[in-house]
């Protein structure tokens, strides 16, 4: 077998060659729908042209391609909306998108490119709290902006970032309280073991202990792990009556936990879920019947009552399919394209990072999950709903706030940040000051 | 009492996923020396079979839609032997007694086999079955020839040549030409890559109670699979001629040959059982976890540690040790150990390490310790294969 000829090398060869002519031929064109006209040495903010570029980077590839594509498409959607009403400031906007593999390393490196090669005057990116992390350095060494749109576990500030999702006071707290007022006082913590369920039920467990309620066991499953049984054992053992279960999973596990808790007979009127990681999308892919009569808790869900959102869920349907669903993460994207296109309204010029970053601040928007309006600490006040899953797998919101909530950048139950608080319109305040 | 009969039922319902998963791979890398990082894709194919049959049952209506699962088993087996048959066929045959050639093919074949779930569509097919009767088209291309009057021996030898490269640019000219006309039907991706969803029938639903807990009626349906399993692979293998064979070539493969045994057939009969049998792990995964392209990664691990502490080539060993694996990781992993500990009054300390390895991913740190502790001892597993087994 290994005796190759030379006839058969040639032939080999040249099948070779004229297959990936062909693949040229035939492949579609690369998504990034960039023209470079950046001139040599020119820098970001001396550009002028007809366009403003923006940058787009999530992971199109990898494991959490499948999260972080439907997150671009309704950044995409807002793009587009805005382009037809007119551009920003007469400009149209040209979005230049960036994969960033789900691998931390590549998101540094194309935020990098983004902003040098590219000049871009923003970024719209990341999901996992690791990949924000990994660019977080990049932003502030080169002082320019990111648009961050995940609900996320907090203890942080950058003067670069503006987060666009839920700060744990806006998502884990209000959902705490809510438990403890109306599903009971003892609590078991389950997540995936990583840092986000980590931080977030420190934040729960400092809360309980405030509040009176009682943490009786917590555990982690690896990242992908499906052997719930251990879990369930435990659960069974220091909630024998039933309980609360507050659930940080996150990804494969989440369906195996609950496919297992229902085999288990631990039923959502006993033993009620409270998830943080599971929307609209997740729930179609676990399966409603698994899930229904469990709650989630976040800033939006598709069946909230807006006129705003009624449009959005209409237009998003139109552009990418009917039976597509919008969920929180979607709709924070949606809606920071927006709330930077007023920013950049407002300071005049969009290269002015500066005066970007201060326009932003105070920027009220009416998004589909209800007005939200930014804060000098760079998150949103933002609404805060809990839904019970139905059996179409949309949830019914049963309880909300009465209207947006005040981000708290550093949380007020764990010890270490209690009493401080985030500033970027005061230059003597910042990043943390106290109280 | 009942907590001790509860936690072994625990430990064995977490050992039969094990044991299941690692049937299978204990056939193909233990019989035959394969290793198969591929497996785990195999088991995902019979996990999304599964999928399939459920929707077509579906649409049947109640009684047959309750049914599915049973149905489900007999032919994600077909389906994964199928593909396990046309893997050895086509890549693994070339590389036996290279385990590091066929680790990378493998691996290779595993990342191709989850980007195929992910992007398959019918343009796909299309050219798929296009570059399987690859044959047909050269005969047929011969054909046209002789009409012609060209058939002369050197056209025959350069049609011969030229069949794999020629097939190779047709089937993917046609998945570009049939993805090009942009037809929804025809370009629609069949999964994607999201997770999808496979419900277990009713009646696989709850469970029986007993006293406070439940016992999964999944669970117990997994194990008695698993004994079916198990029973058949053992008839199989010590009492039918085929297993004979089996049996001969993995003891001597030159003396078997010489005797007139078909090893080239016995090979591919052999491997095309070992993923079948994956498939049938793959049905089994749906009632307990996801079900998407990266199904198989979560499982090959698991699988690999029971063959390896099982002992390579015994199907004693590796009922042994993933029964073993699955009640240390349940007793650890729960904190049975803690109660017992608490109640016994043992010195502090012993406590507190029970009480550290007391989470799921702590357990498995412990069970891994354990398992390298284990090896150093017995290196070959727990039953090492004796005398003279033959090289593969």
Not at chain 1, 157 to 167: E, L, M, R, V
Not at chain 2, 343 to 349: A, H, K, N
Request: charged share 15%; net charge negative.
């Amino acid at each position: 077998m290994s005796n190759l000829g030379r006839r058969k090398f040639i032939l080999y060869s040249s099948a070779a060659l004229g297959s990936s002519i062909l693949l040229k031929a035939c492949g579609t064109p690369p998504e990034t729908t960039e023209e470079t006209t950046t001139e040599e040495g020119s820098t970001p903010a001396a550009e002028g042209g007809d366009t403003i570029k923006v940058g787009i980077l999530h992971s199109l590839s990898g494991t959490m391609a499948i999260s972080e594509t439907t997150v671009v498409e309704a950044e995409k959607l807002a793009i587009k909306e805005i382009n037809a009403m007119g551009g920003v400031n007469g400009k149209q906007i040209e979005a230049i998108v960036e994969d960033g593999a789900s691998d931390w390393d590549v998101f540094k490196e194309k935020a990098e490119k983004l902003i040098d090669q590219d000049g871009v005057a923003v970024v719209f990116g990341c999901w996992t709290s690791a990949s924000r992390k990994a660019v977080k350095d990049v932003f502030e060494s080169k002082d320019h902006i990111l648009f961050y749109p995940l609900q996320y576990e907090g203890q942080e500030c950058s003067k670069n970032i503006f987060y666009t999702g839920a700060a744990p006071n806006q998502q884990i707290e209000p959902a705490v309280d809510w438990l403890l007022e109306n599903k009971g006082t003892d609590f078991f913590l389950v997540g995936s073991d990583y840092v986000f369920p980590r931080t977030a039920n420190t934040i729960i467990k400092a809360q309980l202990d405030a509040k009176g309620g009682t943490t009786v066991g917590e555990d982690y499953l690896p990242l992908g792990n499906t052997e719930v049984t251990p879990i369930i054992a435990k659960i069974q053992a220091a909630l024998p009556d039933g309980g609360v279960i507050f659930n940080s999973l996150n990804g494969d596990s989440n369906v195996a936990f609950f496919k297992q808790i229902a085999d288990a007979g631990l039923t959502p009127d006993k033993y009620p879920v409270m998830s943080v990681s599971i929307a609209e999308e997740e729930v179609r892919q676990i399966g409603p019947e698994y899930l229904k009569g469990h709650y989630a808790s976040w800033n939006y869900f598709q069946t909230v009552e807006t006129p705003e959102n009624e449009k959005w869920v209409a237009d998003f349907k139109a552009e990418y399919g009917e039976d597509r669903v919008t969920n929180d993460p979607m709709e924070a994207a949606y809606m920071m394209v927006y709330l930077w296109k007023q920013a950049v309204e407002q300071a005049g010029d969009a290269y002015d990072l500066e005066g970007v970053r201060n326009a932003a601040i105070g920027q009220e928007f009416a998004a589909p999950e209800g007005l939200v309006t930014m804060n000098a600490n760079h998150h949103l006040s933002k609404t805060v709903r809990i839904g019970e899953v139905r059996e179409d797998g949309l949830f019914d919101i049963v309880w909300s706030t009465d209207g947006p909530i005040a981000p708290q950048a550093w949380n007020q139950y764990v010890e270490a940040t209690k009493g401080y608080a985030c500033d970027w319109s005061d230059p003597a305040k910042g990043e943390k000051y106290e109280i | 009492m009942t907590e001790l009969l509860i936690g072994i039922f625990n430990g064995v319902s977490i050992g039969s996923v094990l044991l299941l998963s690692a049937l299978g791979l204990a056939i193909v890398f233990g019989l035959m020396g394969v290793i198969n990082l591929a497996h785990g894709e195999l088991m995902m194919l019979g996990a999304y079979t599964t999928f399939v049959v459920q929707n077509v049952f579906r649409s049947f209506g109640e009684p047959w839609f309750n049914l599915y699962i049973l149905f489900a088993i007999p032919i994600a087996f077909l389906v994964t032997a199928a593909v396990g048959f046309g893997l050895e066929r086509g890549v693994i045959r070339f590389l036996y007694g290279r385990p590091l050639e066929t680790l990378l093919a493998t691996w290779g074949v595993s990342l191709i086999l989850q980007q195929f779930v992910r992007s398959v569509n019918w343009a796909i097919i299309f050219g798929v079955i296009l570059f399987l009767f690859k044959d047909v088209l050269r005969w047929v291309f011969l054909k046209l020839l002789a009409i012609a009057s060209l058939d002369k021996p050197s056209v025959r030898n350069w049609g011969q040549k030229l069949t794999i490269p020629v097939a190779t640019v047709l089937s993917l000219g046609l998945i570009f030409a049939v993805n090009a006309t942009k037809n929804e039907f025809l370009t629609k991706a069949w999964f994607s890559a999201r997770n999808v969803d496979v419900t277990a029938p009713g009646w696989l639903q709850g469970g029986v109670s007993f006293g406070t807990v439940q016992l999964p009626y999944s669970r117990i349906f997994i194990i008695v699979l698993t004994l079916i399993c198990l029973a058949g692979m053992y008839w199989f293998i010590n009492k039918s001629n085929w297993g004979l064979r089996i049996r001969s070539v993995t003891q001597n493969r030159e003396m078997s040959s010489c005797l007139g045994i078909p090893t080239a057939k016995v090979d591919a009969l052999t491997f095309a059982l070992g993923s079948g049998l994956a498939g049938i792990a793959g049905v089994a995964i749906t009632l307990l976890g996801s079900v998407g392209p990266n199904t198989g990664q979560n499982y090959i691990v698991d699988a690999f540690m029971v063959v390896v502490v099982g002992g390579v080539g015994n199907l004693l060993g590796t009922i042994l040790a993933a029964l073993g694996i699955g009640v240390v990781n349940y007793l650890v992993g729960s904190g049975t150990f803690v109660t017992l500990f608490t109640s016994m009054q043992v010195p502090q300390f012993l406590l507190d390490i029970a009480t550290f390895f007391a989470t799921t991913s702590m357990a498995k740190v412990m069970s891994f310790a354990i398992i390298i502790a284990f090896l150093q001892f017995r290196p070959a597993g727990l039953f090492p294969p004796k005398g003279r087994t033959a090289e593969l």
